[in-house]
């Protein structure tokens, strides 16, 4: 079975300019996840979708940063303007959920390592 | 708000030692608790998982029992290889609406050296 994708890899940009990164969650999972890792700390979810609805964006700096999942599958997460602040990693996850489970596992992607200068 | 502390890295062992990672965490309702382990270059992968109190989450020769007592959930292994050296991460999830919401502390750096 294949995993969470997301590409880039890696982007360097310089702040003010715009980035967007793209995920594709294992087949199948209705909810995604896109996390910001700030180096040395936890990864702090941004944004959860159930399929192609916003379910939680409490966290997500709105005036900055927008994503969308459209059709329930892919998702873009978007960064415009960028700031030095923004470097960090951006981990996309997903999972399947299942009614009645008090838990249903995360699968994160590998990341795409952001570098503002 | 929920939240989770974990004791600060780098933790430099010696092949063979046995490991100890701290973790306590503050959430109302009855969390479930996470140990994520990320190896250089890759994704997050759970490690171990606990959903209720006095249960052993357990894999690769990692245990974890969840304390809610004393609100911990600590990660230990009697042998650490070099192959383990890598982040580990403690979280806990609660469930939301529309799913597991996971919070995470601040990572653990765990170095094995021969």
């Known amino acids: 079975e294949a995993g969470v994708a997301q590409s880039p890899r890696y982007k360097i940009i310089e702040k003010r ?14 909810t995604l996840y896109w996390y910001q890792q700030i180096l040395g700390q936890g990864p702090k979810l941004l944004i959860q979708f159930q399929n192609n609805g916003v379910v939680d964006d409490s966290q997500l700096p709105k005036d900055r940063f927008s994503a969308e999942r459209l059709k329930g599958v892919d998702s873009t997460l978007k960064i415009q303007p960028a700031k030095l602040e923004d470097s960090a990693v951006y981990l996309c996850a997903s999972s399947n959920p299942w009614r009645g489970s008090s838990y249903n596992e995360q699968f994160f992607g590998p990341g795409t390592r952001l570098t503002v200068l | 708000g929920n939240s989770v502390t974990q004791m600060e890295g780098p933790v430099t062992l010696s092949e063979e030692a046995f490991l100890t990672i701290n973790c306590t965490y503050t959430a109302t309702g ?9 190896y250089p270059g890759e994704g997050l992968q759970l490690l171990l998982k606990a959903t209720k109190a006095d249960d052993k989450g357990s894999n690769k020769g990692f245990e974890a029992t969840y304390r809610k007592e004393t609100t911990s959930f600590h990660l230990e292994k009697g042998s ?8 580990y991460f403690c979280a806990l999830s ?5 799913g597991n919401k996971l ?6 750096q765990l170095k094995v050296e021969l």
């Not at chain 1, 300019?17 to 209705?30: E, L, T």
């Not at chain 2, 609660?94 to 529309?98: A, E, L, N, R, S």
């Not at chain 2, 919070?103 to 653990?108: A, H, K, Q, W, Y």
């Open chain 2, 103 to 108: 919070t995470f502390g601040t990572g653990t």
């Open chain 2, 94 to 98: 609660t469930f939301t609406g529309g």
């Open chain 2, 80 to 87: 650490v290889q070099v192959s383990d050296s890598a982040v």
């Open chain 1, 17 to 30: 300019q715009s980035v967007a990164f793209w995920c594709n969650p294992i087949s199948g999972h209705a």
């Open chain 2, 30 to 38: 009855y969390p479930s608790l996470f140990w994520y382990v990320q």
